[in-house]
């Protein structure tokens, strides 16, 4: 009690008044729980609502590109899981696209098949993490994240089954790749998938409707089209704005062009928006893999031209990106014919994304920042490299 | 899409002075690209995303690309006249290259679904006439990026709305992505009162085993 009699009461009057003109500087971060990561956000309030805010980078870079040049092509692809650790197997598969574009790779049907069942799976457990993060972020503790990570769970075994680890995959190599399915496996997918579904159903009856959620979501952080695709934002996020450009469709890299699926899209924007695309974007993503698993047929997983040992592309430079759950991946090469690559870049959606992040806090409330910010979808591994 | 050479000669008509080069790329995913130089960047990149046949409206990757003072050999065959027998004859031809640090814009266009169109910056020199236009105003997508390349290669971008380091913190003075970098042995080092008691007690350590 004295010690709070004891400060100056100059310091209460700047926290008593909403919006008077004065303003509070607090810096959000670097330990704060809901950045989901080391990352600092120096807010500037007035009264309760945003009047400026500067993201702050950098707690975690490594410098993920140079240690990239100084090792082989293959030596980087088990670092590329650190990148977005919760979705390694997308990180693999757009080194491993850009690699082949690079070097003129052709992979086999049945590794195409199973990059996109994998892919997917990655792009299911990440959304609904994402889901369960953003309710958490609100202030529903526990139950919504405990069921997505539930679901997280069965696909987690999938990939432990398969690759050997659950986060860290190291799984695809260029030209295919590293292993064949285990015996059962493609079953075991089957039934997760058939799962899935109901899964969704429950969540949505859950939380889709629920009062809280809409009055915590809806209006909130909204970004109009234009400021969109000016500023590169991709993925989930864009397509909340309205603006129809997914990579699957567009350039319909892999095998993506013989499924049938469709790309939902938001109309305002907002947070709200920027959720119920991920569940709708879940529900599209199981008929992906519906048809993925019904047309998977038996034949070689890697090409015979790849070599794992003394692999030099030829001198040029190669830019390969993928749909990553949380928008475009892209890694850009160049190589001078050595073992090593001589340039290796690495797009990451994450921080791109994050370019918009006080157009959308500016005037809201504080608490909201942080609904903001979960439904960004960021990944510290990836923002800082 | 349009090829490079037709985008190549219609930068050339419409903006009068500019100059663009197609650099080739032989590896199997051939993806050229233009080298604009740095006085016209603005008003190409302009010209680029407002043109209604390209409408490249997203920029999707911005990097550096660090290329050192380098000596380039060329292999040709010369014919000469050995012992009064023409010969073809193979000659090495040293070139030097001077320094430059280069910025890569991978563009495409979300209206028209195409792309990509990458074009080139380059800077100078590698020390002091290190600057280049920044296409934030263009693309906003850039300002993290060229924020990157100005932490991590050292390459000025002029018109940026807030070129500060991104990665390394803001005392910081190499730029790591060179080529050149060297590390330092420790990055955090300070000395420490601490540094006194180890030193003390290294001593002790060798006086007792004397002993």
């Known amino acids: ?385 | 899409m349009e090829t490079l050479e037709q985008i190549k000669a219609r930068i050339e008509v419409a903006i009068p002075g500019a100059s663009a080069t197609i650099i080739p790329n032989d590896s199997p995913s051939a993806q050229r690209s233009l080298l604009v130089d740095c006085g016209h960047g603005l008003a190409v990149a302009k010209f680029l995303r407002d043109d209604a046949e390209l409408k490249l409206d997203y920029c999707s990757n911005a990097t550096g690309v660090d290329w050192p003072e380098a000596e380039l050999t060329e292999k040709f065959k010369v014919k000469q006249v050995v012992d009064g027998v023409e010969k073809e004859v193979e000659e090495l031809k040293k070139t030097l290259r001077p320094g430059y640090l280069e910025a890569v814009y991978h563009l495409y266009s979300m209206a028209k679904k195409h792309g990509p169109v990458i074009i080139r910056l380059r800077t100078e020199n590698r020390t002091d006439k290190n600057h280049l236009p920044s296409l934030t105003p263009v693309w906003r997508g850039c300002e993290f990026q060229e924020r990157e390349i100005f932490d991590l290669y050292g390459i000025v971008f002029d018109g940026h709305p807030d070129l500060r380091r991104i990665l390394m913190w803001d005392g910081f003075k190499d730029f790591p992505m060179r080529r050149d970098y060297v590390e330092p042995d420790d990055y955090e080092y300070e000395p420490t009162p601490h540094d006194d008691v180890l030193l003390k007690s290294k001593q002790h350590g060798e006086q007792e085993s004397k002993v």
């Not at chain 1, 909403?18 to 990561?37: R, V």
């Not at chain 1, 500016?362 to 800082?384: N, P, R, Y």
């Open chain 1, 1 to 385: 009690m004295s010690i709070v009699a004891e400060m100056p009461s100059k310091n209460f009057e700047l926290l008593s008044k909403d919006g008077d003109g004065e303003l509070l500087e607090i810096a959000m971060g670097p330990h704060h729980p809901s950045t989901h990561g080391v990352f600092r956000m120096d807010v500037v309030l007035d009264g309760e609502r945003v009047v400026k805010l500067k993201p702050v980078f950098g707690y975690l870079h490594r410098n993920h590109e140079k240690i990239a040049e100084g090792t082989t092509y293959l030596g980087s692809m088990p670092y590329t899981d650190r990148l977005d650790y919760f979705c390694s197997l997308t990180n693999n598969w757009a080194y491993a696209l850009a690699v082949e574009k690079l070097a003129g790779l052709q992979v086999p049907e049945r590794a195409e098949y199973i990059r996109v069942i994998t892919a997917e799976l990655t792009r299911l457990q990440n959304h609904a993490c994402l889901m369960g993060f953003l309710v958490q972020d609100m202030g529903a503790s526990g139950t919504p994240l405990m069921y997505a990570f539930r679901e997280r769970e069965k696909i987690l075994d999938l990939f432990e089954s398969l690759t050997g680890a659950r986060m860290m995959c190291n799984y695809m190599r260029f030209g295919g790749c590293r292993c064949d399915l285990p015996a059962g496996w493609l079953d075991g997918a089957k039934k997760v998938v058939a799962e899935t579904p109901r899964f969704i159903d429950e969540f949505e009856a859950l939380l889709a409707g629920n009062e809280i959620l809409m009055a915590r979501t809806q209006n909130v952080g909204a970004m109009s089209r234009e400021l969109a695709i000016n500023a590169s934002i991709t993925g989930p996020m864009l397509r909340a704005a309205g603006v129809n450009y997914d990579l699957r469709k567009v350039d319909r890299y892999g095998i993506y062009d013989r499924f049938q699926f469709k790309v939902p899209l938001g109309d305002h924007g907002d947070t709200y928006d920027r959720y119920m695309v991920r569940v709708l974007e879940m529900r599209e993503t199981v008929k992906i893999l519906e048809q993925a698993l019904a047309g998977i047929s038996d034949g070689p997983i890697i090409d015979p031209k790849a070599k794992l040992r003394g692999f030099r592309p030829k001198v040029g430079e190669a830019y390969g990106r993928i749909e990553a759950p949380k928008g475009e991946l892209g890694f850009y090469l160049i190589s001078d014919g050595g073992p090593n690559p001589y340039r290796y870049r690495v797009r990451p959606p994450s921080l791109i994304n994050l370019t918009v992040l006080e157009d959308l806090c500016l005037g809201q409330l504080v608490a909201d920042v942080v609904v903001i910010l979960g439904s960004v979808d960021i990944v510290l591994g990836e923002v800082d490299r």
